[in-house]
């Protein structure tokens, strides 16, 4: 006959219960598409790191060659590219594979990282390299860059949109156009007024297309030359000022340009709408 001691199984019966609590739950584990969004983040750190080690210390030292400074300062925009390829790529991996339950959440704090905090950095030291007197006005730009990516996020979690558009500018394409702005280095006023309207863009009703299909595949071409472009000017490349600034502008007018795509998908979408309405109502 076996004796079995109650205590003894009763310890037994509470680790047991102890190790299936230990496990890690089905909605905290992280798929594929969260594991890019994780690196978004990591990206969009490192650009606020690059533009603090490479660009404001060195300025409030006095020890900065210019060289260095330039190619910390495209490192940190680089990064910001970097961090909009992740972001591109963990939406079309998790629609093919899958997402876990955190992947929205996830997916608005990187951005908020990458595409808020990172850009308001980088004008606000900006807004100190270029002279005491702008630094207050440019804190006040940078906040409002700040603000209108949190906005511009909690309202993507809150508005149901059309499929295929997004209300205002998407926070990576609004965080490049800003870098953009900065690296044209434009006078003072107008590069603050530009930084200012991007902002509002991103809060605004103007719908833009989503990155699906060709236009993905076009929007991953220009971020690869971007990239390129930001290279050769960190390297001092025969022209690469001009590139750079080329590039630049490219990527303003882009941002005057794409909201037309989604006005003429649109203006098709009602036309066929009306004749399918005058169809029907002649049957």
């Known amino acids: 006959m076996t ?46 790191y690059f533009t603090t080690t490479g660009v404001l210390i060195p300025h409030l030292t006095g020890s900065g060659d210019v060289g260095v400074v330039r190619n910390n300062a495209a490192t940190a925009v680089l990064l910001m590219l970097l961090a909009s390829v992740f972001d591109l790529f963990d939406g079309l991996v998790a629609r093919k594979l899958r997402s876990s339950p955190m992947g929205a959440e ?31 006005v440019a804190a006040l730009a940078a906040i409002t860059v700040l603000l209108a990516v949190v906005l511009r996020l909690a309202r993507f979690s809150c508005v149901t949109m059309p499929d295929g558009v997004f209300q205002g500018m998407p926070s ?44 993905a595949g076009a929007m991953l071409s220009w971020i690869v030359l971007s990239m390129a472009l930001l290279t050769a000017w960190a390297f001092d490349a025969p022209g690469g000022e001009l590139m750079l600034q080329t590039g630049c502008s490219l990527q303003l007018v882009l941002g005057a340009v794409i909201p037309l795509f989604a006005m003429v998908r649109r203006v098709y979408t009602f036309r066929d709408l009306r004749r399918e309405a005058r169809a029907e109502a002649r049957s």
Request: hydrophobic fraction near 50%; charge should be negative; charged fraction near 15%.
């Open 106 to 136: 996830l997916d608005n704090l990187s951005d908020l990282i990458s595409f808020g905090l990172a850009p308001a950095y980088f004008v606000l030291v900006w807004g100190m390299v270029v002279g005491d007197a702008h630094e207050p």
């Open 172 to 215: 990576p394409f609004g965080a490049l156009t800003v870098v953009s702005i900065v690296l044209l280095e434009l006078p003072f006023w107008p590069t603050l007024l530009a930084i200012v309207g991007v902002a509002w863009l991103m809060v605004s009703r103007v719908e833009y297309p989503k990155p699906r299909g060709p236009l």
């Open 3 to 48: 004796v079995i001691d109650r205590g003894a199984q009763d310890s037994w019966v509470n680790e047991a219960d102890e190790d299936d609590a230990d496990e890690l739950p089905l909605s905290m584990r992280l798929s594929i598409a969260d594991t890019l969004t994780l690196s978004n983040a990591i990206c969009g750190f490192l650009a606020v």
